[in-house]
């Protein structure tokens, strides 16, 4: 059974980059099968999706609404993917979830990490 | 993008009656919906996939129906551990994948 969990920076000074990993255990990240994505959730607030990579070929989806900021990587050797979000504000600010996909929905969640833009 | 709205924005109900959280997408999207839970601290978990079908580990008292644009989840008996936020989120037309606001389940 696959799980999750994410790791990084609680902390980020306002136009510096967000810098997250996913670590992938219960299964190979190199699957075929899967998609591996972030979620973020602002403070009291509802979900975003930020983007997802298919570790099979690389290919990035992002939302619109953030993709010229955002770059995402996997690294198959230690079974794990990233998320670089460039030029954050306090906007960015938010609890950020890593979650898998073979068919759309997400399943499983890490458990998510909270990430604060402060100087 | 595809809006998905969900209402109401807080439900008040009582351990053991019915629950009906209802969630509209702004275009059909088919049947490529699916529910979350969420709980305080805890990451979102996966009730509904394809917009009726329960996913792994999931008591029979959710269920989920629904096509289009018009889609609801129900809780046939709610039990404690049911009160959490239900979020729905679409996934025929991506990027982006959206979610609904959320409806919050409360106890009366």
């Known amino acids: 059974q696959l799980q999750l969990q994410e790791s990084g920076p609680g902390l980020v000074k306002p136009s510096e980059t967000l810098s997250l990993t996913c670590t992938v255990s219960g299964g190979s990240i190199s699957s075929g099968t899967y998609y591996w994505g972030w979620i973020r959730q602002s403070p009291g607030k509802g979900l975003e999706w930020i983007a997802s990579?298919?570790?099979?070929?690389?290919?990035?989806f992002s939302n619109p609404s953030i993709k010229s900021r955002v770059s995402m990587s996997v690294d198959s050797s230690k079974n794990q993917f990233s998320l670089r979000l460039r030029s954050v504000t306090a906007a960015d600010t938010a609890v950020y979830y890593c979650?898998?996909?073979?068919?759309?929905?997400?399943?499983?969640w890490g458990q998510g990490i909270l990430v604060t833009v402060s100087s | 993008e595809i809006v998905m709205t969900q209402s109401p924005g807080t439900l008040s109900v009582s351990p053991g009656e019915r629950a009906t959280l209802s969630c509209r997408a702004s275009?059909?999207?088919?049947?490529?919906l699916a529910w979350y839970q969420q709980k305080p601290g805890q990451a979102p978990r996966l009730l509904i996939y394809?917009?009726?079908f329960r996913a792994t580990g999931i008591p029979a008292r959710f269920s989920g129906s629904g096509s289009g644009t018009e889609f609801t989840l129900a809780i046939s008996s709610v039990q404690s551990e049911d009160f959490a936020v239900y979020y729905c989120q679409q996934y025929n037309n991506w990027p982006p994948y959206t979610f609904g606001q959320g409806t919050k389940l409360e106890i009366k």
């Open positions: 394809g917009a009726s």
């Open positions: 979650a898998t996909t073979t068919d759309n929905w997400f399943d499983p």
């Open positions: 990579i298919y570790s099979y070929n690389g290919n990035t």
């Open positions: 275009q059909s999207i088919g049947s490529d």
